[in-house]
């Protein structure tokens, strides 16, 4: 299954929805785009709903931590939303669980932003 | 494809396309040697990892260079080899990617998740190439991979 993603806006935070495998080629790609996409357009406050994400590699991985320096980088914060289990295990045997902002409710995240 | 023999092997382009089908034979596989559903994901995994390994690093996505990806059954082992034709990996360059300065870093997290998940990762570069062992107790006495080697 490819990497699927939707946005949507929710009290100035751009949630998405991403959906599938984000892993090298296709999945990675989509993930990146995204992210330049919505900061582009000035928004910087980004929550990536991992919900659906049943599968990410060490590409994948890499795509998360540059869209969390990118949005950084440009004065903005990317916070990750309801990991599964898989997606959260690779996040702590990496030590990432402490570098990124991880939430498992979307209206905590949504008020967590300054 | 099945592991019916003890020992099937495949000759792959230095494809995007390697890499998913290189996962798929090593889930069925697994999944076909009785091994845990979880230790079937970590298997893939490092699969994959090492697939992307051999195609994107060792053979830079060169027509004319292949890789091959072996599964062997071998008493109480599922050894998985893949040998790629690249210019071969220097090992002493390989970062930790949990020190708190490669945190952030994009890449440099394949081997470390390789390690993490199976048994035994074995590295051996050579000018005509990268060997790389991937093995995994049948009966995961030692799963997580604390006793990974080079």
């Known amino acids: ?114 | 494809m099945a592991m019916t023999e003890q020992r099937v092997s495949y000759t792959l382009d230095s494809s995007l396309e390697t890499i998913d089908n290189a996962e798929e034979k090593a889930t069925i596989i697994a999944t076909e040697l009785g091994f845990a559903e979880d230790e079937v994901m970590q298997i893939s995994m490092a699969v994959r990892e090492g697939a992307v390994n051999a195609v994107l690093h060792g053979n830079a996505y060169a027509p004319d260079k292949k890789v091959t990806l072996a599964f062997e059954r071998t008493g109480d082992d599922l050894v998985i080899t893949i040998r790629d034709q690249g210019p071969g990996m220097d090992l002493s360059k390989i970062p930790n990617p949990l020190a708190p300065e490669n945190l952030l870093k994009t890449s440099g997290r394949g081997i470390f998740l390789m390690r993490s998940f199976m048994d035994v990762v074995e590295i051996r570069p050579s000018k005509t190439g990268t060997e790389l062992k991937l093995i995994k107790h049948v009966h995961g006495t030692s799963a997580g991979g604390k006793e990974a080697s080079q």
């Open chain 1, 1 to 114: 299954m490819t990497m699927k993603v939707s946005s949507r806006q929710v009290d100035g935070v751009t949630i998405v929805d991403c959906s599938g495998r984000i892993t090298l080629g296709e999945g990675s790609v989509i993930l990146r785009d995204t992210v330049r996409d919505i900061l582009s357009k000035g928004n910087k406050k980004i929550v990536l709903n991992l919900q659906n994400v049943n599968y990410i590699d060490s590409s994948g991985i890499g795509e998360l931590v540059s869209a969390f320096t990118t949005t950084k980088n440009q004065g903005g914060e990317l916070k990750l939303l309801n990991l599964t289990k898989k997606v959260n295990d690779l996040l702590q045997i990496t030590k990432l669980y402490t570098v990124f902002d991880v939430k498992d409710d979307e209206a905590a995240a949504v008020k967590s932003f300054k």
